[in-house]
């Protein structure tokens, strides 16, 4: 066992896992395993045995060895030493990790795999690697039982979920294991296992079936990620029996507090709860009266004795709207219920802001939110499923879109950005949110029971991308993706075959830009099947109480959330935004409709009018969907069979998909505005 005098224990029984090996087949442990490999720490820790696991798999498959720290290894791995993260020493060739906790050894390691030879061969260095964010988490939606609509997992688009089967916790949990050595080679160190939605059954977890939740969390713990549950503000009735879940109420209180300790007694390293309150039916304080920072706070002390965090959502919004009603805009929902609260949040209240001010479009402006609470713990929330983004059946890599919001500058130029809020960085920052760290980083996962675990095998570069960033958010995408691919593809030898490389990113670099292209256009959102949320729908949410509206007419398009004439959305931002968007000289291009309603022949900032920008747009994407089949079917028989044949099968709908979208957004903007393209392409 690992310990000061570290020896192999014998190896496992290791049997042929029935999933995809995602970015860690044993191939990309050819760098580590081909060489000597000592672990040195106590001995009593789960994650430090997992890091002596892994270099024995490792060394087992590449002919390496694991060692004696003193029998001159070529790779020392020790968690004695102090400080945050991990620290990288290179001296001539002989490198080590060294990392105060096993958690942060395990990072390290997956550090140095990532690296490969480079790791190795890399001239002398002394780096100290630490995460940008203490909080960096996985929502996953999935439901125990089969939700007659929703299905198991909510916009899942990757099967059922890894954690239920049969209406309770699967009995073998070896694949959440494997999950949680995915997302420790990314950094991720933190999974909440239920959906937000929370019904009935599900909420039983936080009480009954809280020895199951152990058995989930204990198949998560040996690679360091801890176990959160999203719990019902309601469960005090619900579960408990009372007659109110009153936020100031002393019963209610004591209720949470005892169900807490539960919790803690049950699974000692909980990480804490989830919670979506007042928000499209989810129970919450305002039937009391209480705002968000009492409900918030009710469980912020419940957990407070246990170190426990509350990750409280922003994502409050009217969702019984009247499309009749033009001065209410969801876009200002969430400001207008938080930022007001700003400074009455506990110091373990973590607020979880959605990117966009509406839900995770294909392009949004960034939430004014995230620069409206300088005095609250405040989360960037992401979505890994791809929702609106081509439900893992388009190829659409999210990483540059993410970049883009956690380094948007909500102050302009020389200004903070997103990332430096959510680490508790931003202007003004409270003493308690900069102490804390700020609230980092969440995104719902996009991981089911698929073969290849993500629906789309590419969309697997989603999620890795979004641990890394969650560690890095400066990284490049292209960078990220990179890495990834070396991963996923390697060879035998541990290496890609170029070509594999550069088809990759032929196909995935733009993906984000290409599928904008041929939906929604210039930031207006949505218009898609309601509902499901895949494929064309212009008019669909158009007459509905979600309050997602374009109001197309027949001279223009576009939302009005100016100050001087709209909805004054506009002003939630500090300057200079404020006025950027405010200005339809200023205001960029792809976010137009987000900001104004335009004619038709409005000329954009790119030279063309807006009808003509959307014929122009639409016609192209195609073309670029094409050229991704041609360059993937260049690939022929450099992929492994089944990656191709899924591929293949997915990019075959998304060419159907893109064609169907370009055909009815051209057609009915040529029906509202009578104008022709300028080029006479076929429209119908
Ligand atoms: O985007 C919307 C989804 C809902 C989801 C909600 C949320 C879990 O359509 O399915 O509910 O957002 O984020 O709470």
């Keep these: 066992m690992p310990d000061e005098k570290a020896s192999p224990a014998p190896s496992e029984i290791v049997v042929e896992p029935a999933w995809h090996a995602a970015w860690l087949p044993d191939a990309a442990l050819a760098a580590v395993g081909r060489r000597r490999v000592a672990v040195v720490g106590p001995a009593e820790d789960d994650v430090l045995v997992t890091v002596f696991r892994e270099a024995e798999r490792a060394t087992a498959a590449h002919g390496g060895d694991v060692v004696d720290p003193d029998g001159a290894p070529d790779l020392l791995l020790d968690a004695r030493a102090g400080g945050d993260g991990f620290r990288l020493v290179r001296d001539g060739g002989r490198v080590t990790v060294a990392a105060a906790t096993a958690t942060a050894l395990l990072h390290g390691w997956f550090h140095v795999v990532r690296l490969g030879e480079a790791a190795f061969t890399g001239p002398d260095a002394d780096e100290r690697h630490a995460p940008a964010f203490a909080l960096r988490v996985l929502d996953h939606w999935d439901n125990v039982d089969v939700h007659p609509v929703m299905g198991q997992v909510e916009r899942g688009y990757a099967g059922g979920s890894i954690f239920y089967a049969d209406g309770r916790v699967r009995d073998d949990l070896s694949r959440v294991t494997a999950y949680a050595r995915l997302l420790a080679a990314t950094g991720i160190d933190r999974v909440c296992i239920n959906n937000v939605n929370v019904h009935a059954r599900e909420a039983r977890l936080l009480t009954d079936d809280l020895p199951e939740v152990a058995r989930v969390a204990a198949a998560l713990r040996p690679y360091g990620v801890r176990t959160h549950l999203a719990v019902s503000f309601a469960a005090p009735m619900t579960l408990g029996g009372l007659p109110t879940s009153d936020p100031l109420d002393d019963d209610v209180r004591a209720w949470w507090r005892a169900a807490a300790d539960q919790v803690w007694a049950t699974i000692p390293d909980f990480g804490g709860f989830v919670v979506k309150a007042d928000s499209e039916g989810q129970p919450g304080p305002f039937a009391y009266g209480r705002d968000h920072a009492d409900g918030a706070n009710l469980l912020a002390d419940a957990v407070a004795p246990h170190g426990g965090v509350v990750h409280w959502r922003a994502f409050v919004y009217d ?18 219920h938080f930022a007001p609260l700003d400074g009455r949040f506990a110091d373990n209240v973590v607020v979880q802001v959605k990117h966009g001010p509406i839900d995770f479009q294909t392009r949004e402006a960034v939430s004014p939110v995230l620069a409206g609470m300088p005095a609250t713990r405040l989360a960037l929330e992401l979505q890994v499923t791809q929702e609106y983004t081509g439900q893992q059946r388009h190829l659409c890599y999210l990483a540059p879109w993410w970049s883009e919001n956690l380094g948007f500058r909500p102050w302009g130029e020389g200004g903070a950005a997103v990332r430096d809020v959510v680490a508790g960085r931003g202007p003004g920052a409270s003493p308690a949110v900069a102490a804390t760290g700020g609230g980092g980083i969440a995104a719902v996962s996009n991981v089911g029971d698929d073969v290849f675990w993500t629906g789309h095998p590419l969309a697997q570069a989603n999620l890795y991308a979004f641990g890394r960033l969650a560690w890095d958010p400066t990284l490049d995408p292209a960078a990220v993706l990179d890495e990834w691919i070396g991963l996923t593809f390697a060879g035998q030898d541990g290496a890609v075959e170029p070509r594999v490389r550069e088809v990759l990113h032929a196909v995935l670099d733009a993906s984000w830009r290409t599928y904008e292209s041929y939906t929604a256009p210039l930031g207006v959102g949505f218009m898609v099947r309601p509902g499901h949320h895949y494929g064309p729908d212009v ?34 931002y500090p300057a200079p935004w404020r ?22 022949t409005h000329v954009l900032r790119s030279g063309v009018t807006v009808v003509q920008h959307v014929y122009d747009t639409h016609f192209a994407g195609v073309e670029r969907v094409r050229e991704a089949i041609a360059a993937w079917e260049s690939l022929d028989g450099r992929v492994p069979s089944d990656v191709d044949a899924r591929v293949r099968e997915r990019l075959a709908e998304q060419l159907r998909s893109a064609v169907e979208w370009r055909d009815q957004l051209n057609t009915y903007f040529f029906r509202k505005s009578g104008i022709p393209d300028t080029h006479g392409r076929t429209i119908f």
């Design 539 to 572: 008019d669909g949410y158009e007459y509905t109480p979600w309050g997602t509206y374009h109001f197309a007419d027949r001279d223009g398009i576009g939302v009005d959330r100016t100050r001087a004439n709209g909805t004054g959305f506009t002003g939630q």
């Design 579 to 600: 006025d950027v968007y405010e200005d339809l000289a200023t205001c960029p291009d792809e976010l137009l409709l987000f900001f104004h309603h335009v004619p038709y």
């Design 319 to 336: 969702h019984t709207q009247d499309w009749r009603d033009r001065s209410t805009d969801r876009a200002r929902a969430a400001y207008d």
